[in-house]
């Protein structure tokens, strides 16, 4: 018996003689993927996504919020009785009937100038309770105002009053310069000179200080400027609320009013104005600076020119001052 293997493809055969796998030369990554230090490669980090660049804050900055702008309705009923009593009463003069009621006109004793300050106080204050009523809750949200920028805001009211002065100086003197005129007082101004030398100061306060400014702001800033904004350009509207605003202060007096008289007016309802409007239409802040221009101007009147006060007739007192607050 042969001891031969016997010939020929398995499962009888001998297994045909295949040579090792011999490896190939070492996978070496390209340049694109090699590291430094012989590491291998990472997978690259997701970056997490940056805000667009419109919403993303510059750093070491304060945030900025948006000053708000007050959001007015349209005019109502209320603000239509305001209207109408405040030309009853204080243009055509009806709040004097106050003197026929029985057994008021002789708590006077004969001082008409007295009479006249106590119907401007009553008429005032009727005018100014409708106004508070048809402003409901919108004159106290607008105290919010000071919630923005609050130090430029209180640094802006004593700033403005200032910056009035100066510039009513500054056309005074031009015009002076011009026209060849010494400036003059107005009608409006010796009315309200002549009741300091016969009323006391806290009776015409009251009178002129807080209520006459919150009757003026709310007619010739709120409803002028801030309601009629819903049709007309607001800086139009200061321009003609700042016209009529000076107009008033000479209806009474029967005056027609002139640069030297008339731009003091003009400059001050433009510069109440203005305040209410970049103030988000705030007339709480259009107020309290008309309030400090009257208590400034009174307190003036009553200490720096006790002595020079003039005398004026107490029968032309009625209608001019009701023009003056």
Partial sequence: MSSTPPQGPPPHGQPQYHPAYQPGPAYQPGP????????????????????????????????????PVAQLDGFTWWDLGAAIAYVLLLFIGLGALILFIPGVAPLFNGNEALANVVVLLFTYAVVAVLAMIALGNELWKSFKTFRWYPLVKYLCIP???????????????????????????????????????????????????????????????????????????????????SVLFMGLHFVGAGEVPTVSTGAPYLVMGLVFGTAYILSGKSIAYSWVLHTLNNAVSLAVIYLVEPSGLTDVPPSTLWMGWLMHA
Avoid at 50 to 63: I, L, T
Avoid at 233 to 240: A, I, K, R
């Fill in 32 to 67: 694109a993927y090699q590291q430094a230090g012989g590491q291998p490669p990472q997978q690259p980090q997701q970056q997490p996504q940056q805000p667009h660049p419109a919403h993303q804050q510059p750093q070491g900055k304060r945030k900025r919020f948006p000053h």
């Fill in 159 to 241: 700033g403005l009053w200032l910056g009035t002065q100066l510039v009513n100086v500054m056309i005074q003197a031009v015009w002076n310069h011009i026209s060849g005129e010494m400036p003059t007082q107005s009608q409006n101004q010796q009315i309200a000179e002549g009741l300091a030398s016969a009323v006391p100061w806290w009776l015409i306060g009251l009178a002129i200080v807080p209520l006459g400014p919150l009757v003026e702001e709310y007619f010739f800033r709120h409803l002028m400027i801030g309601k009629l904004s819903r049709w007309v350009n607001q800086w139009v509207l200061l321009v003609g609320s």
